[in-house]
């Protein structure tokens, strides 16, 4: 089975940045595409990016663009989600997540992954 681990969240005040990172194992890497989803207490989890399996596919919630990216560096088995200027409202749990896919596309769904992490809290204080 995959499995996903993420890493990298803390406690960070407006205007820091911060790096999260997911360690995959138990798939073939270049055949999932992959996300970061968040979800705050009370709500829905929520889509923040998605890749394609390629990476060259990206998406982003209209909250996070121009602030968050996905980098064209990361290591092999690992995906990195970059948070610059981070909001208070950025505050919650974030999640990573994976699909195998046979084509190279992106997926917005929640209900289209099958891997989940255990996710890593994000607090941004003002």
């Known amino acids: 089975q995959v499995q996903l681990v993420e890493s990298g969240g803390r406690l960070v005040q407006a205007g820091d940045s911060l790096r999260l990172s997911c360690a995959v194992s138990?798939?073939?890497?270049?055949?999932?595409?992959m996300g970061w989803f968040r979800q705050a207490p009370g709500k829905q989890r929520e889509l923040v990016c998605g890749f394609s399996r390629s990476g060259r596919g990206t998406q982003y919630v209209d909250s996070v663009k121009g602030r968050f990216t996905i980098p064209r560096d990361n290591a092999k088995n690992t995906i990195v989600l970059q948070m610059d200027s981070p909001k208070p409202e950025d505050t919650t749990v974030y999640y990573c997540t994976a699909v195998r896919m046979e084509l190279d596309m992106v997926v917005m769904n929640r209900e289209g992954y099958a891997y989940w992490g255990q996710g890593t809290q994000v607090t941004v204080s003002s």
């Open positions: 138990g798939g073939t890497f270049s055949s999932l595409a």
